[in-house]
């Protein structure tokens, strides 16, 4: 069914029967979310009584790291053993990785224990994409990929939130206990609720992908090493190792029996090669935001810790905003928006590297330059997705559906590199409100127009694909 000549509106997402798996799958999302944000309040009472202040970034970059691992492996897992039985095993090792945070004796375990709950919620958040395509109609697919980034932009404030409660009154592992009990329930619920997704027949017997797994490790750990390398010569290394481990990768897993990725992944002839291209492209535009930008703001603008965090927040509160406006729209609509979409991030960009540098430049007009590259993610994000699941080949259905939220995190954590990479060559080296802190708030952004461009580009590629 084509979704651009379907007309529904929201309230075809509140039939009974679809209720308490749209519940499902939001709660499933909005765990993973606010347990990242809300590590980010507690970590400084972890630090306070395990120390370690010098792995202070270990517990996230460990998280990222094998969220994505377990996203690549989802789509051939639920294959194998089923959408539900993986949503569930992931939402449980999830849980057990909140426990063994909550028994840290030292920073060392905290790292472990995020290590294992990034696996688990990586399968999670890939597998509930395959879920929405499994058990939902294609014309509510953008209305619930909006809702579920719905559930991102309710963590930013829900996560520190809670995190902020159990740091007041001195009990971080509280808050450990209690994502591990929640993820308990969401468990299963959902073993009780979510109806079996059948498993593919095994004519052979599964093998693991090793070799393609070690590649992506070795990928998202040159990416990781690169966000926090010294030496530019070093940054520029880590990151093209990073780009050919990849490149070998999807090299092999194309001719492989199982694949991790859709075998026409990043082709430019194929929808889902283009709009995994694109999807990529917009997470990498993004990325440097929330990295960046709070410390500019703080230090060249005078902003607060809270208030800092507010205005970057106001790019997630936009994301939504725009998903919630624009999912339902029909006709030519949807290509107009996803080309667009990239053009607003673009003209977002340009405003940061102009106004940011500049101490003078009143809130008034940062924050709605901010809250504008959101919007243009936002916008497009449930289309692209969309097109990504819709364009599969077949066989390569699952994989492309779980394909969606790998792309973003990988793209996440590309972009961040790439900020690093920008931010040391313009000579940032502390946080310090000097001429190197103003030079780096002009090209960090500026750098990004570049990949606002591409994913511009790509926006129109996908649009001549989908043409009669």
């Given at each position: 069914m084509d979704q651009d000549r379907v007309r529904v509106g929201w309230e075809s997402l509140l039939k009974r029967e679809w209720a308490p798996t749209l519940a499902i799958l939001l709660g499933g999302v909005l765990l993973q979310s606010m347990s990242v944000l809300m590590l980010t309040t507690v970590l400084p009472s972890i630090v306070g009584e395990l120390g370690g202040v010098a792995m202070l970034s270990w517990p996230t970059t460990a998280y990222l790291a094998a969220s994505i691992v377990a996203a690549v492996g989802a789509g051939a897992l639920a294959t194998m053993l089923g959408a539900r039985a993986v949503y569930c095993a992931g939402v449980t090792i999830f849980s057990v990785g909140a426990l063994l945070c909550s028994l840290a004796g030292d920073m060392g375990w905290v790292v472990v224990?995020?290590?294992i709950q990034g696996f688990g919620g990586g399968l999670e958040a890939a597998v509930a994409y395959v879920l929405v395509r499994a058990m939902?109609?294609?014309?509510?697919?953008?209305?619930t990929i909006a809702l579920m980034s719905t559930s991102w932009s309710m963590s930013v404030l829900i996560g520190p939130l809670v995190g902020g409660m159990f740091a007041h009154f001195g009990s971080w592992r509280g808050a450990f206990v209690t994502t591990a009990v929640v993820a308990i329930v969401l468990a299963a619920s959902a073993f009780f609720i979510l109806p079996p997704v059948a498993a593919a027949p095994r004519t052979l017997p599964?093998?693991?992908?090793?070799?393609?797994?070690?590649?992506?490790?070795?990928?998202?750990a040159a990416t990781s090493a690169a966000s926090v390398a010294a030496a530019l010569?070093?940054?520029?290394g880590l990151i093209a190792a990073a780009i050919a481990s990849f490149a070998l990768m999807l090299r092999l897993d194309r001719s492989a029996s199982t694949r991790l990725l859709p075998g026409d992944a990043?082709?430019?002839?194929?929808?889902?090669?283009?709009?995994?291209?694109?999807?990529f492209l917009l997470c990498i535009t993004f990325s440097p935001l929330q990295i960046f930008v709070p410390m500019f703001l703080q230090q060249l603008h005078g902003f607060d810790p809270l208030s800092a965090g507010l205005a970057v927040a106001s790019a997630s509160l936009a994301w939504t905003i725009a998903s919630l406006a624009t999912a339902g729209m029909s006709a030519g609509w949807p290509d107009r928006l996803t080309i667009t979409g990239s053009a607003a991030m673009g003209l977002s960009l340009i405003a940061l590297a102009d106004l940011v540098p500049d101490a003078a430049t009143p809130a008034i007009l940062l924050v709605p330059a901010i809250a504008l590259l959101g919007a243009g993610i936002g916008q497009c994000w449930p289309f692209v997705a969309h097109r990504i699941m819709d364009g599969a080949q077949a066989g390569d259905e699952v994989v492309a559906a779980s394909s969606v939220p790998t792309i973003q995190q990988m793209g996440f954590a590309f972009g961040a590199s790439i900020a690093g990479l920008i931010a040391n060559a313009s000579g940032l080296s502390a946080a310090i409100p000097d001429a190197t802190m103003v030079r780096a708030a002009f090209w960090v952004p500026a750098s990004f127009i570049v990949s606002a461009m591409l994913a511009f580009v790509a926006g129109l590629r996908l649009r001549a694909l989908r043409r009669p």
């Open positions: 224990g995020r290590l939902l109609p294609e014309e509510v697919w953008s209305r599964a093998r693991v992908p090793a070799g393609r797994v070690a590649l992506i490790c070795l990928a998202i010569l070093v940054e520029l990043f082709s430019w002839r194929t929808q889902t090669g283009v709009g995994l291209w694109l999807a």
